[in-house]
């Protein structure tokens, strides 16, 4: 095991593992991924040039003395695999979004934008069929970084399709049809699925898209964005706890505004639960402490307010009033709705969301 080949093992876990922290761990991995690619590629190409690639594996899988090779590479193409699995079900969806937001570049025409995920799926595909060309000696740490984020991308995949426990189901807090940007109970689908965010490991982020599309207009005016000024509605029966309306709408793409939840309702809806709806529009809010409301009831508007980096409602249900981090989430699913998912429509009696649903 050379020592350079581990220290940019060890640098590279460093990069996932801070990225993870942060809660833009697919943002890191697109990166990633795209770079290892292409310098792999452009390495390969290098080598073939100057007549010093092996084709032992390609030609004879099975010899003996090239078995450690085959194995190395029947652990790439698991992981391979998996991270393919991982495109499709929405880890990258909001990755151009996302990160035009937070550097204040163009954003993309279409969430989610489809040329990166042909692009990462292209990547994963030249990286398995180059693990049939592998480099002499067998590479000890980069198999072991390969193998960890095997079982990485199988834990988070397992737990996207696991059903959730004990959930609360709710009527749908908006009208209309909107999409869920941040949602599943794993950091691959939402950045609120975190280890350091437990106060809203669970919440759902939904944003207004229209033929592929968040805005009409200049991105940089929060009055673009479809979902701006659209209903709030009351999830449940219940009573209103907490209420705040005083925060203005924040620029598009601003983020680390305190107070972070900005204007807010918080209502107890049974059961040691309150639903909390958050970012929104300032001077929207159409109730009190103490009213009691009704499902289905108009309750405030979406906005743009706290640390939201465009127009949309962050939703979850916990289990006390205040907001705080002492709060934990529970898992919401929603009744009433007709769900669309990878362009098929169904209507559950209870919908468990994740990123790139669809709800009407």
């Known amino acids: 095991m050379g020592k350079v080949q581990l220290l940019l093992v060890l640098l590279g876990l460093l990069v996932l593992a801070g990225a993870y922290w942060i809660n833009?761990?697919?943002?890191?991995?697109?990166?990633?991924v795209l770079t290892v690619s292409l310098v792999t590629v452009a390495l390969r190409l290098w080598h073939?040039?100057?007549?010093?690639?092996?084709?032992?594996?390609?030609?004879?899988?099975?010899?003996?003395?090239l078995r450690?090779?085959?194995?190395?590479?029947?652990?790439?193409?698991?992981?391979?695999?998996?991270?393919?699995?991982?495109?499709?079900?929405?880890t990258f969806a909001v990755v151009p979004a996302q990160v035009g937001s937070l550097f204040s570049l163009p954003l993309p025409d279409q969430?989610?934008?489809?040329?990166?995920?042909?692009?990462l799926g292209v990547a994963a595909l030249a990286m398995a069929v180059l693990a049939l060309l592998p480099r002499h000696p067998v590479q000890v740490a980069t198999n072991i970084l390969v193998a960890v984020g095997t079982v990485f991308f199988a834990i988070q995949l397992v737990r996207i399709y696991t059903p959730p426990a004990d959930p609360m189901a709710v009527d749908s807090p908006l009208a209309g049809e909107w999409q869920t940007v941040a949602a599943g109970r794993s950091v691959l689908l939402s950045h609120h699925y975190s280890y350091s965010t437990p106060q809203v490991r669970n919440a759902l982020d939904f944003v207004q898209i229209v033929d592929g599309r968040g805005y009409n207009g200049d991105p940089k005016r929060v009055e673009s964005w479809y979902g701006f000024g659209e209903p709030v509605l009351a999830p449940a029966d219940g009573r209103v706890v907490s209420v705040s309306d005083i925060h203005p709408d924040e620029p598009i793409g601003e983020t680390g505004v305190?107070?972070?939840?900005?204007?807010?309702?918080?209502?107890?809806?049974?059961?040691?639960?309150?639903?909390?709806?958050?970012?929104?529009?300032?001077?929207?809010?159409?109730?009190?402490?103490?009213e009691v409301v009704r499902h289905g009831q108009q309750i405030a508007a979406v906005g743009d307010s706290g640390n939201s980096l465009w127009p949309h409602l962050h939703f979850h249900v916990q289990n006390r009033p205040e907001l705080d981090t002492q709060a934990r989430t529970v898992p919401a699913v929603f009744r009433g709705v007709l769900l669309t998912r990878n362009g098929k429509q169904t209507t559950p009696a209870e919908a468990d969301l994740r990123r790139g649903d669809q709800i009407h």
């Open 48 to 65: 073939a040039h100057r007549g010093r690639i092996d084709y032992g594996l390609l030609r004879h899988p099975f010899r003996r003395e």
């Open 68 to 90: 450690p090779f085959l194995l190395q590479c029947l652990n790439h193409w698991l992981f391979w695999a998996l991270f393919g699995a991982a495109i499709l079900v929405g």
């Open 24 to 32: 833009l761990l697919p943002e890191a991995l697109a990166v990633l």
């Open 111 to 119: 969430i989610p934008y489809q040329p990166l995920m042909i692009v």
């Open 258 to 290: 305190t107070p972070p939840y900005g204007n807010h309702i918080v209502l107890e809806i049974g059961n040691h639960r309150y639903a909390v709806m958050a970012h929104l529009k300032q001077g929207s809010v159409q109730v009190r402490n103490g």
